[in-house]
Each structure stands twice: as C-alpha cells, then as structure tokens.
RNA sequence: GCGGAUGUGGCGGAAUUGGCAGACGCGCCAGACUUAGGAUCUGGUGUCUCCGACGUGCAGGUUCAAGUCCUGUCAUCCGCACCA
C-alpha cells in the first residue's frame, strides 16, 4: 500500500477545516485549556522554520489535552501592522492593507498545510478596524486614567526609518528593524507609564510557572535597586542637589559630585558657573552622541568642572566639588551622584582622572589609592564617625535612618525600567485616538466613536522632519473638539507595533464581539492562558507590556486574573545546517512549503519535534528529514502486518504499557525529542516480533497523532477503528504493568563493570549478593583477593570492593 | 564588567534521586534483494597498542561508584551594559 501524503494530508486538513473540527465549545462546565502560541507577524518572506517548531509542539499539548477531555482554545491570528510591510509599500507603491492581505492569506495557507488544530473561527487580525477598535479602546483607558502623557524628550530616532524607537527596538546603537544609525532627538511623544507597575511586574514572577531564564531576564530588565536619596546643599546658593545612591554607608567618602549633562541645575545657574562656556560646549558634545556611544565602557572619563558652584556634604559639611559628566545618566535616579571614588569603579576613574582625593570608608579591601573596593559583604567601615566598625549593610540602614531622622534623604527604590514611548511617527498603525484642543488641551475621542479608523491615502511616507504621513491629510486633522465643539486637531502619530500584540490573546476569547473586548463569562472562563509559548526575544518586550496592560485591564476590572499568562515556554532557534542563524544573505534558508511538499506535513512536524531539545537550539539537516519521513513510512507499513487480534499480545503488553507512559510524560515536559525516539524504538521491536495486534495498532497511533496527525487519522479510519482519531481518549497505562519481571543488574569489581546478570526484579538483597558473588567472572576475578565490601543497589548493580 | 546558558562518538542528540555512558536518528561499513530507487531489508559501527585498557572541554577533589556533586579553569553562544 502506498503512502501518499500529498493526498492524504490534504482530505484531513479540509475535512478539520470545514467541519470546525478544533472549535473550542462554549460549554463552561467542561474543564478548559488555553494554549497559546506567538501569532506571527505576516511578512513577505513567508513561514519560517522556527514558527512551527513551536506551533507543532503547543499543538501536540493541544491535541493530547483534548484527547484528555478538556475544552480546548488554541487559536491563531495575525500582528499584521508594522514598519516592513508600510516600507514594502512605499517602495512597490502598493497600499500596506493589501500587502497585509496578500501576506495573510500566505501565512495562512502555509499553517493549513502544515496542519495545525487551530480553531480558526478565532481568527484575529490587529489591522482588523474590528479588533484595533480596542486596543484603542485600551488606550484610551490608560489615559484617562494618567497613565497615557504626552512628553518632550529625547528619543531614540533611527536615521533610515524616520521613526522613534524604544529602548527595547535599540540593539547595540542601531535601530533594530533597519540597522541604521541611532540619535538622540527631542521630540514630544505620547509615553505610557508602565514604571508605575513596575514593583508588581517584578513581585508577581513569583507565583507563575515561567521558565526561570524569563523571570531572571524580566527581573534584570526592570532592574529594582534599593538605596537612599540623598539631599546636598550648594555653598551660597540655596538649592538642593538630590542624589540617589544605594551605599548612603559610603557617604563620608563623598569627596565630590556629578551631574549628568542636562542637569537643570545648569541651566538654573548659568551666571553662576564662571566656565559656563566650557560647560556649554560638553553639554553640545554629549547631545550628539548617540545613548549607545554615551555609554561605551571602553572610553575614557571625560567631565567638566562647575567653576563657582560647590557642594556640602551633609554627615561632615565638608565643602566638595562639582562636575558634569555624561558617565552620569539623566534617565536614571536623580540626575546627579555623589561620588565615591574609594568605593565606585566609575567614581574612581574619574577621580584619578581629575585628580580627586579618595577616601577609604570601608575598610578589608587592598589600598584604594590602586583600585576601588567595591565588595559590599566583606569590610568594615572606617572614617566615618558613628558607623565606624560596622558592616556594610548595617551601616547603610544606620545611615538611611540619621538621614530621615534630619530630614535630609529618604529611603528609595529605583528602576531601570523606563517609561514606554508610545508614538510613531508612521502610516501603518491605529491611529491614536486623541484630539488636541487650543482650550481644553488633549481630549480623547468619544468612545462611541470607535474605531478612528486609518484615513485612506496613496502617501505615506513619513513627513520631511519626521513628521507621521497622517500630518499631510488635513481634512482628516482638522476636526472638532468633543468637548467644547471649536476647532480641534487629531494626534497624527499611531501606535507601536507592540500596542496590537499586547492583548490579542484576549480578542481570541470573544473575537465578534463589538460591545467589550470580550463577553466577562468569556474571559472568566478561559482566563488565564494555560501555557504560552514563544521566543526568548520576546521575553523584554512583548511579554512585559502584555503583562502591563493585562494588570491594568485587572485594575480597571475588566479581566479577573492579575496576570494574563500561567505559564510560558521557550523553544530554541533553529539554525540552518551550517550551524548560523539563517537569513536571506547567508543562503541557509529553509522554506517550510519545500518540506511540506517533499515530505509531507506529518514528516515535517516529527522531524521539528525529533530536532532536538525542544529549549535549545538546533542546527537543521535535511538528512534527519529524511530519517522522520522513514520513520512516516514505517508507521504507514504497519497496515501490512496488521492482525485481527484485540488488546496487547501478551509478551507485549510491557513494551505497550511503558511506551504510553514514557510518550506521555515526555509530551508534558515538552520532551518531544525523546517520546518520539520511544516510538521509534518500539516500532522497532514490532517489526522485529514480526505483527502488530489492533489494539497495539491502536494506541501507537493515538500516541503519535499529535505529532503525525493526518497519517495516524487516516490509518484509524482505514482500521476502522469507528468515529475519528480526534475524538478517541488518550492511551491508558498500569503503572504495575511498567514494571519488568526480571532486570538485568551489573557486576561490578572496585567500580568497574565485569558481567551482567538477568534476576527477577523482586529478589531481596541478600539474595543479588549471593547471585553476584557466585558469578563465574567474578569468582575468577576475586580469587585470593580480600573483599572489602558490598554495595547492592537493588534493580540496578552489585559493585565488590576489593583488595 | 554583570546576568543566563552550553561543552558527551564522524553529526543531531539520550542518560529520575550519583549507579551499565552513547537510547533514538543521521552518516558510514558489510551483506541481501531488486522492476536501479530520494529505494527497501538484515547485521555492524565511541577510541586504542582490541585476551585488556581508555573515554562526557581542561585540572583537581569527594565517593564503593561522577556526564551528574564540590573547587578552580578554558571555550562558545545569548541577554544586559557607566543604572550610582
């Protein structure tokens, strides 16, 4: 019998699809799971090999959960807007709504024919009026309720893109869409406050199931650091410089200060700084260099003393000096630092550099006049009055409590984390739902009037000064305000790509609905997702502000878990077979539709889930393929040796019984690599044993078909198994059936492995010593020697010491 | 610099609590069959000085026993990067 998989994987793959085969029920008594993968970004290029890697690996999860009875909701949809496909426009003059089309209907012919159990009447797109209507919608909430401001500041601006960045879409100074160069721009752009969350997007990792990496990523990203503020007076002057610092222990050592270039202090006392024109020319310095090379390690110190302006040091009002240096970050703290060069790699740098006295206040470290002693767990403190002899941390609480005591610093907690900027200065995104009034200032568009929908035009390219394209179509600009009815303008920038993404697994749940996100006895139902998979590029981005919106959402009450995600999962990168990233340039390129159409669908799937370590990355080889696709070819053959015989053979049952255990615990731990190689190996011995039983025949398709699907569907309807494969329950296993009668234990002399002997499994002790020390080899082995000791493990070896 | 991983045959990778290193697949070798195929089937395949040794990046250590635990070290990859 032939195995056609072109024609097999086609009739199943148009069978679930038009009988809605993996449509989740609405029946809430049933138990649920919400299985969730990355929804792609639909670009020109196509499918990836690495998008099925981890929508093959949720859609065995999915499949084996609803072969376990659950109701399962694992959809799939589209992050549709973005830079590439408006570039793509504007360069082939082709509006980007059809080339979203155009790559959309790709996609999603590429997935069909993969094979996937999406429920596809979940369908979502974020370019869909329907869907952005609510993430503008969200917006909306976020700024009534302060969370939304508009700022002037400087942003990361990408010379190539004329767009400004996040933080997160700057690598390495370089945009990270175009990799052209990145600066710094002063631009007023709408920003969401996502550090107002950022304690509980740190505290609540605790209680979720996410790999560790994710939540050591996340909890580094934001980045909590406790310390003090610290207040320091100007001499003459009456002005306080707040710094931040988490060694207020080391404040004695404070032999100067530091403010970064765009201090307002500067401009404040202008006419006070006698070198104020040297002072000028660095603040003119640091603003054209670009944050990435602001922040270059490898460079040297540069500052500029405040000639005529000194500070006091508050615990010992010694008068120390002022600098400016862009060493000091004006995004961070306060600004401005104290330095303390005996204790602080940078200050000491610096103060060797400007010939600065450095002061030991902790002592254990070598001598300081040579390098900085940084270490905060060994070393006492010196030079510094009342904490003299304490250990760091004491000291710094002994400290913080004499400064609130005079009210001259306070304990403080700060975060790396920064405000996320929310404008884009672009055509293909939702447009941001505001309106800007002479007298009643920014005024949300009335919710009734949801969507703003994307004015249509054949320009949009972005404005010569970085302008959004939206700016040129005054008719849609100019309108009037809700709220006083006199002439008004629309905001012109859109949104981030991340805006779509950042609750599209909420749209999945209820995607019709025109009057909420979703029906609440929706969303309470199938909240939180289950189990979210995706990759580990996402972790700082997307799965942050997902979690920020999702927490905002609970706040206002419109979700009912604080988190949007139980659990999530990472899968490894594929690479191409010369064991690089692929890409375009290199020529390592997979194409999933040359797999699906040499191969078949089935073959595919099993050889990304045999790849390797599901977490880890892989290089591809076309050989190993071709491995799966024999295997493919195997399973099929069985129909051949197919008996009409009921149940396991008897000296079978065994092998059958530890299969389904080992295939099911593997598929649970996202051991796809080894449940497959369980398989293979027990087909192994069918063939060898020469006949497959049908109840044999059975269970190893139900084990395989969440991974080979459509073969294991078609060789079920051939066996006449009765109804469909997808509705069958999952395989079964006796864990005393798990068991082998007899095991084979090892003989070991001094460690060394000597013999194997078979024993029956439930022999005592005493009896597998006796059973070792009588084998022949050992005998041999030990004779006139002195036997020390025995170790027996029982099941697995006997090891003999001897002498 | 900080944080996180990863180092096992020719290759991808296996190996519950320390307990037979190399499952499964690829590749390779030999044979069978043949309507000469992207075949298929059967057997073999860590290394060596092959009756015995040696083998999980490297060097030590703990243990009856170490890929697994400890100390040190090297290499590669990823993330962050002057965050006071």
């Known amino acids: 019998m032939e195995y056609n998989y072109k024609q097999i994987e086609k009739k199943w793959q148009e069978k679930w699809y038009k009988e809605n085969t993996f449509k989740a029920s609405d029946d809430f008594t049933k138990p649920k799971f919400y299985g969730l993968v990355e929804f792609p970004y639909p670009s020109g290029q196509g499918l990836h090999v690495g998008h099925p890697r981890s929508y093959t690996a949720l859609d065995i999860i999915a499949r084996k959960k609803r072969l376990e009875g659950y109701n399962v909701l694992y959809p799939m949809g589209w992050d549709a807007f973005g830079l590439p496909t408006e570039n793509f426009a504007i360069k082939n003059k082709i509006h980007p709504k059809i080339v979203t089309e155009n790559n959309i209907a790709n996609f999603k012919r590429q997935l069909k024919s993969i094979g996937f159990s999406f429920d596809w009447t979940k369908e979502v797109s974020t370019t869909d009026e329907r869907y952005y209507k609510w993430t503008q919608w969200i917006f909306l909430q976020l700024f009534k309720r302060g969370l939304a401001y508009k700022q002037e500041m400087p942003i990361n601006w990408c010379t190539s893109c004329k767009v400004g960045l996040a933080n997160e879409e700057v690598v390495n100074g370089v945009c990270e869409r175009c990799g052209s160069e990145v600066v710094q721009k002063n631009k007023s752009q709408w920003m ?97 260099k670009s944050e990435f090379e ?40 306060t600004g401005a630092i104290m330095a303390v060069p005996a204790h602080d790699d940078r200050d000491w740098e610096f103060a060797k550099k400007f010939n600065l006295p450095i002061i030991e206040v902790v002592a254990g470290g070598e001598n300081v006049q040579e390098a900085a002693f940084t270490d905060i767990y060994s070393g006492k403190m010196i030079n510094s009055e009342f904490l003299n002899g304490l250990e760091v941390k004491d000291a710094i609480a002994k400290m913080i409590a004499y400064l609130e005591e005079r009210g001259i610093g306070k304990k403080k907690v700060n975060y790396k984390l920064r405000d996320w900027v929310f404008s884009r200065q672009r055509y293909w995104g939702e447009p941001i739902p505001l309106i800007y009034c002479e007298k009643c200032g920014w005024v949300p568009v009335p919710e009734s009037e949801l969507p703003l929908t994307l004015p249509e035009t054949d320009n949009f390219e972005p404005g010569e000064n970085g302008e959004s394209p939206l700016a040129k179509m005054t008719d849609w600009v100019n309108t009037t305000c809700p709220c006083c009815g006199g002439k008004a303008q629309r905001e012109t920038d859109t949104m981030p790509q991340w805006a779509g993404s950042s609750w599209y697994f909420l749209r999945y749940i209820d995607p019709e609905n025109d009057s909420a996100i979703a029906a609440t006895e929706k969303l309470n139902y199938w909240l939180p997702v289950d189990w979210y998979n995706g990759g580990m590029e996402h972790t700082t981005l997307h799965l942050l502000y997902s979690r920020f919106w999702h927490k905002f959402l609970y706040d206002i009450g419109v979700v009912s878990t604080p988190e949007p995600y139980a659990k999530r999962t990472s899968h490894g990168m594929i690479l191409g077979e010369n064991g690089e990233k692929m890409s375009k340039s290199r020529g390592n390129v997979v194409n999933p539709d040359d797999m699906v159409e040499d191969f078949g669908a089935d073959t595919f799937r099993t050889y990304e889930m045999f790849i390797g370590a599901f977490d880890q990355s892989t290089p591809w080889s076309i050989n190993g393929v071709k491995g799966c696709f024999r295997f493919i070819e195997r399973v099929w053959n069985l129909q051949d040796i197919l008996t009409d015989e009921e149940g396991y053979s008897t000296d079978f049952e065994k092998a059958m019984h530890k299969t389904i255990k080992k295939v099911t615990e593997d598929y649970d731990k996202m051991k796809f690599n080894t449940a497959i190689a369980a398989l293979m190996a027990l087909i192994n011995d069918i063939y060898k044993k020469g006949s497959i039983t049908r109840g044999e025949l059975k269970t190893f398709i139900t084990l395989l078909n969440p991974a080979a699907p459509h073969l294991t569907e078609e060789m079920w309807e051939r066996a006449n198994f009765g109804g469909c494969l997808n509705e069958t329950d999952w395989p079964k296993y006796d864990e005393a059936k798990c068991v082998d009668d007899t ?55 006997v090891n003999i010491v001897v002498k």
């Open 294 to 333: 602001r922040t270059e390690l490898s460079k040297e110190k540069t500052g500029v003393k405040l000639q005529g302006l000194s500070a006091v040091n508050p615990v010992n009002n010694k008068e120390i000096p002022l600098f400016i240096s862009d060493y000091v970050l004006t995004s961070y703290g």
């Open 192 to 288: 969401l406050k996502i550090t107002e969350y950022a304690e509980r997007l740190i505290s609540d990792l605790e209680e979720l199931d996410y790999i560790e990496k994710v939540k050591i990523q996340q909890k580094n990203w934001i980045g909590k650091s406790e310390g003090a503020e610290v207040d320091f007076k100007l001499s003459g002057i009456d002005y306080t410089l707040t710094v931040y610092t988490t060694r207020a222990d080391t404040l004695f050592g404070a032999t100067y200060m530091v403010v970064s270039p765009e201090h307002e202090l500067l401009t404040k006392f202008a006419d006070k700084i006698e070198n104020i024109d040297e002072v000028r020319a660095y603040q003119v310095e640091a603003a054209k």
């Open 743 to 797: 095991v084979e234990i090892v003989a070991q002399i001094n460690g060394k492995v000597k013999d194997k002997i078979m024993i029956p499994a439930d022999i005592s002790r005493e009896e597998m010593e006796r059973v070792a020390l009588e084998n022949e080899k050992i005998v041999a082995l030990i004779e006139g020697k002195q036997v020390l000791k025995v170790i027996c493990v029982p099941g697995k070896l």
